[in-house]
């Protein structure tokens, strides 16, 4: 069965540090789905970005970045100099694709808190 | 822009009493979600639905059922409620194939008292 650890249960940094939240998942599909949703303190989960299991090239969107390694089964993110507005709970999941739905097996997040 | 709502955003509710959460979604997505949340415990899937009056069981199913009779609507409901059911529910929605985001509601803070 597939399963996604998020082994930071929370992180504290200060304004412009840098910080990576940590996403390690197990499945027996060939074929899967890894995403980062962000929970801001209003409650409603935001999708940041998704990832096939074919492609492991690194992303990087402003600020934020995503390193996907198949190898150590890991799909990392970081925040490169943090802001307040950044505090929030960090959602890994999987998708497989073998599953014949979009369920997503969801990490048990890891709570930001960024201090001025 | 993708919109998914929820009825209420708080509920408080008596133990025993029958619940019902509704959700509704504007794009015209195939599958839909039921999720509780817990401190701790991050998002377990209650149920699913893939089609109008399909439905599959998630992971913690017990004390729930649900009911798809729209596309755009999907409807979780506590036969009974019960203090261990206070938690925070939310819904989603997404294209059915296994690469598509599912897009959330606010959520519902249910409080069974």
């Known amino acids: 069965a597939q399963k996604v650890t998020q082994a930071q249960t929370e992180i504290s940094v200060v304004e412009k540090e840098d910080v990576t939240l940590d996403c390690v998942y197990e499945t027996r599909d060939t074929t899967y789905y890894l995403f980062w949703y962000k929970q801001p303190p209003s409650g409603e989960l935001v999708f940041l970005i998704r990832r096939n299991s074919f492609d492991e090239q690194n992303e990087i969107s402003g600020r934020y970045s995503w390193n996907f390694q198949k190898s150590t089964s890991s799909f990392n993110f970081t925040i490169t100099a943090s802001q307040v507005v950044d505090s929030a709970v960090y959602f890994c999941a999987l998708s497989e694709a073998g599953s014949g739905y979009s369920t997503l097996t969801f990490g048990k997040g890891t709570m930001l808190l960024v201090s001025p | 822009d993708v919109k998914v709502t929820q009825s209420s955003r708080y509920l408080v509710k008596r133990t025993g009493e029958k619940v019902f959460l509704e959700c509704v979604q504007d794009?015209?997505?195939?599958?839909m979600f039921w999720y509780r949340q817990d401190p701790g415990l991050g998002l377990r899937l209650i149920y699913f639905s893939y089609d109008v009056k399909m439905k599959e069981k998630g992971d913690i199913p017990e004390g729930y059922s649900v009911s798809r009779e729209k596309k755009e609507r999907f409807s979780l409901i506590l036969e009974s409620a019960s203090t261990n059911q206070t938690s925070m529910y939310l819904c989603a929605s997404s294209f059915p194939t296994g690469e598509q985001e599912q897009y959330f509601g606010p959520g519902t803070r249910l409080t069974v008292t």
């Open positions: 794009m015209d997505h195939e599958n």
